[in-house]
């Protein structure tokens, strides 16, 4: 054999060196987002690649990972970056306008064969864009689910849903997405929606936006079926705000919005370092109402333990107050989280029904009139939220007559009732004060009880 050329490695070198500083150029390009630019210097190198590949025949070598990558994002370039997680997704740079699909499909000439060509080839590689892309194409649809002329014949949905499988196992929540749209379209003979929401609730835990949408929209109209279907709800349509989503937003704003009224901001206006110094389990409450905008009643009766959902409060007093309404408060910043962990140390080891220490919700409302100043001139004495306190005590025996004057503000009323079971009633404000530190204003608050309901 005849000796190699010397001369031949400097030059294969510097090939090689020049292939490299070009691959770092495209590189550059497509972390700065310039499509435009990456295309116009990826594609040349990705047709000749095809045209190399398809001169072999049979005898083609694989090709290695850098070729996969560059006919992968020249392909999703040209297709419009359709529902494709990565650099290329749906958002062209703004600074970039001659970046959309259609204008670079015209000028450089690409018809549908070759970009379909550049998919089939990145994705009997593994690539796990083109995979989603060759899985959308058979089933002849967009990413969201929406038929799409493209081709000639039907949809094959048992090839589509093998390349979509596949890509979403190598970590494309967009193609579960896509194969939660399969599963419910009526067309597919294997139609099933319990499949769908499988897929649903796959891409959404891995945080696709569009999925955590439907996934939450799905639990709200499924509320009626189990009541806790609006906590899930609301945990979705947060994640997919998070990600701006304004549908999510919106639907959220309806779902569990702020109160701002004048019944539920006034409890929490009673909050005082003094009150949570003597009376910590009140303070707390109050502290709670504050934090969350909480009525009256609100304040005074919630679970605080049951009540946290992690993301959102549940407001569920219908077992104590009859009147009340179950509704949500949402969780928004990070703050709130941990006013509520402290808030909810308080009362860890506490029994926060009518059997504990905080007694019922006569009890509670009185102890709160005679603690806080200024508490008996609330909205709720006028009727606004808490229309008389003998709904939660079944014991408490008052008629009609009663309940009109509680609604009017007359405690005397109220007080006169409590007077002829005042040693229950004081035994259980006494084991509430205890409980609260036991301070002196707690005492003379016990003591005086009487007196204030005989007066």
């Keep these: 054999e005849a000796p190699a050329c010397p001369e031949a490695r400097p030059r294969q070198g510097g090939a090689a060196g020049a292939a490299d500083a070009q691959l770092a150029l ?22 000749a690649l095809v045209r190399s590949l398809e001169a072999a025949g049979k005898a083609a070598p694989r090709i290695g990972p850098d070729e996969v990558l560059l006919l992968s994002r020249c392909a999703r370039v040209l297709d419009g970056f359709d529902g494709l ?6 958002d062209a740079d703004a600074a970039d306008p001659a970046a959309s699909c259609d204008a670079l499909r015209t000028a450089h000439a690409v018809g549908p064969a070759e970009l379909r060509r550049f998919f089939e080839l990145a994705a009997a590689e593994h690539d796990r864009h083109a995979q989603m892309a060759v899985g959308l194409w058979f089933a002849r649809m967009r990413v969201d689910g929406k038929r799409i002329a493209v081709g000639t014949g039907s949809a094959n949905f048992k090839k589509a ?3 979509l499988t596949l890509a979403g196992e190598q970590g494309l929540a967009a193609a579960w997405y896509a194969l939660s749209r399969i599963y419910i379209k009526p067309e597919f003979s294997q139609r099933n929606v319990l499949d769908a929401q499988k897929y649903l609730e796959r891409a959404a835990e891995m945080g ?14 499924a ?4 009541e806790a279907n609006d906590v ?7 994640k997919a705000a998070v990600q701006g989503c304004a549908q999510a937003a919106a639907a959220l704003a309806r779902i569990a919005p702020r109160e701002t009224g004048r019944a539920y901001t006034e409890t929490g206006a009673l909050a005082s370092a003094e009150v949570a110094a003597s009376h910590p389990l009140l303070g707390a409450r109050l502290a709670l109402a504050a934090l969350f905008n909480l009525s009256r009643a609100e304040a005074l009766l919630l679970d605080v333990k049951s009540a946290d959902c992690g993301h959102c409060l549940v407001i569920d007093i219908r077992a104590s107050y009859g009147r009340s309404k179950r509704r949500l408060v949402l969780i928004e910043t990070a703050a709130e989280r941990q006013a509520l962990d402290q808030i909810a140390r308080r009362f860890e080891y506490v029994d926060c029904g009518p059997g504990g220490p905080e007694g019922n919700y006569r009890q509670r409302l009185y102890r709160l009139k005679t603690v806080v100043p200024g508490a008996d001139n609330g909205a709720a004495d006028n009727g606004d939220v808490d229309h008389g306190a003998a709904h939660n005590g079944a014991t408490d025996h008052m008629g009609a007559a009663n309940m009109g004057a509680a609604n009017n503000g007359a405690d005397n009323k109220a007080g006169d009732n409590m007077a002829g079971d005042a040693g229950t009633h004081n035994a259980g404000l006494a084991d509430s004060a205890a409980l609260d530190g036991a301070f002196p204003v707690a005492a003379t ?6 007196c204030d309901m005989a007066a």
């Excluded at 997680?85 to 749906?90: K, L, M, T, V």
């Design 85 to 90: 997680n990565g650099p290329a997704d749906a």
């Design 223 to 226: 509320r009626r079926e189990h």
């Design 26 to 47: 495209l590189e550059q390009a497509w972390e700065a987002r310039q499509f435009a630019l990456y295309l116009e210097r990826a594609l040349p190198r990705a047709r």
């Design 161 to 163: 849903i093998r390349a």
């Design 208 to 221: 696709y936006r569009d999925a955590q949408l439907e996934c939450g929209n799905s639990a709200w109209r």
């Design 445 to 450: 608050l016990v003591q005086s009880a009487p």
């Design 232 to 238: 899930r709800a609301v945990y979705w349509l947060q």
